[in-house]
């Protein structure tokens, strides 16, 4: 009995193949993922799961070409990932998760002054939707951690503000490496180095995979 129980925590516990592929930036294969995702949402109109696997895709695509410094590329997978992500709402208004998602989707289109006024407002208002439907969710807090972080300080948001929401995420689910990684990104802009040494460790402690987790450490000051 106590072997069934381990075999299906280890089940829950172990990444996607497309966790996988983001957290090793293959490119390549999050490119197959997306093709073969939109492919199958295509023929499949009004399937909620399929629309939502392909924005996933797309999501994790354009999260690995903006790790790589590619913003150009990044906010056109955004685009074709926020087509998807909206039929998913439409289909089922009711998932937190996928407003989650629609929200990092729009976020990650945001490149420029235009962009952002197109995007920008549609990024908090479909998270802080995600953050009401699952008060209880680390990784709602996650996303509106990171479009916090994006937005300048001036406009209303910023890594300050962002702290806050990361450590809400992990008090909900200390295991949430995602959590840590931006909790150290935000303590570091606050040039709060050592505290973001250490959130960047545990990061990698919880998914020692993540290789942008590995790079941000890395050119971490340690002192």
Do not use: H
Request: hydrophobic residues 45%.
């Amino acid at each position: 009995m106590l072997a069934i129980v381990i075999a299906a925590y280890l089940a829950a516990a172990a990444p996607s193949p497309l966790e996988v592929a983001r957290d090793k930036q293959d490119r390549a294969a999050l490119t197959e993922f997306a093709a073969q995702a939109g492919g199958a949402a295509a023929k499949a109109p009004n399937d909620d799961e399929a629309q939502y696997r392909a924005a996933l895709a797309n999501c994790y695509l354009a999260e690995v070409a903006i790790e790589l410094r590619d913003r150009k590329a990044g906010r056109q997978i955004a685009e074709q990932g926020i087509k998807f992500a909206e039929k998913s709402v439409a289909l089922k208004p009711a998932s937190a998760e996928y407003y989650r998602l629609l929200g990092t989707l729009y976020g990650q289109a945001v490149t420029d002054i235009m962009s952002g006024l197109t995007y920008g407002p549609k990024a908090k208002d479909a998270i802080n939707k995600a953050v009401e439907k699952a008060p209880k969710s680390s990784m709602m807090y996650v996303a509106r951690g990171v479009g916090n972080y994006y937005v300048p300080a001036s406009l209303g948001g910023g890594s300050k503000l962002s702290i806050p929401d990361f450590q809400k995420a992990i008090e909900l689910d200390p295991r949430n490496a995602e959590a840590y990684l931006w909790l150290g990104l935000s303590l570091r802009k606050e040039n709060r180095d050592a505290e973001a040494r250490q959130a960047f460790a545990k990061s990698l402690e919880l998914n020692p995979n993540r290789v942008w987790t590995k790079q941000q450490l890395e050119k971490t000051p340690a002192k």
